[in-house]
């Protein structure tokens, strides 16, 4: 809904591929909070629509931070430039099957650039364990150490990876999920969090 589909349940199941059952609470429990308003409870004259965008995305941001996984593996990289080293990285994981997406600061230097220096950068992949995890980054040619600068983590509960946005490139993270990630990089990943939300939604 934050990226434009539509507060219905045929929009939602379409763009989200969850079950027309998750779609349909998911967005009783939506009004019932109060972030989406509707005219009728059910039928043909029933709506819903956005009642705040600002308040939808903070809700969103918080609830995504809390479930986030806490697993993640580093590994090392000799980058000078992590956007255009993940763009060089997109071959060797296809190679593998591999389907991932960047956030954060690499993900936002293609889709809303502010921020002049992108020291690491992380991606999401489908791999819901730490072991799957390093099977991708050795998979890659890469070797887990501590303090990496690249990040893989796993793809958030929910998500599918299956055809992630590309820009310039560069296959990226839903936007709402990328402002969430560079708020938690303190206040310059907060500025960078605005502008993102500036850009993406003037589109």
Do not use: Q
């Not at 589909?5 to 027309?20: E, F, H, I, N």
Request: proline share 6%; glycine share 10%.
């Amino acid at each position: 809904i934050l990226c434009g589909a539509a507060p219905t349940v045929g929009a939602t199941v379409a763009s989200s591929g969850l079950s027309t059952g998750t779609c349909t609470n998911a967005l009783r429990m939506l009004t019932d909070l109060g972030l989406l308003e509707s005219t009728a409870d059910r039928g043909r004259t029933s709506g819903r629509w956005v009642a705040d965008h600002d308040v939808f995305l903070e809700a969103y941001a918080t609830a995504a931070t809390a479930l986030a996984s806490p697993l993640e593996v580093t590994v090392g990289v000799t980058w000078r430039d992590p956007v255009e080293g993940l763009i060089d990285l997109a071959p060797r994981l296809a190679e593998h099957g591999t389907t991932w997406a960047a956030t954060g600061a690499a993900a936002a230097a293609v889709m809303a650039p502010l921020l002049t220096n992108v020291g690491s950068a992380v991606i999401y992949v489908d791999a819901a364990t730490a072991p799957a995890l390093e099977l991708v980054a050795r998979s890659a040619g890469f070797k887990p150490i501590e303090g990496g600068r690249l990040v893989l983590r796993p793809a958030p509960i929910g998500w599918t990876l299956s055809t992630p946005t590309v820009i310039d490139g560069l296959p990226v993270a839903p936007w709402p999920r990328v402002y969430v990630d560079l708020r938690n990089l303190g206040v310059r990943g907060e500025e960078a969090a605005a502008h993102l939300v500036e850009v993406c939604r003037g589109r």
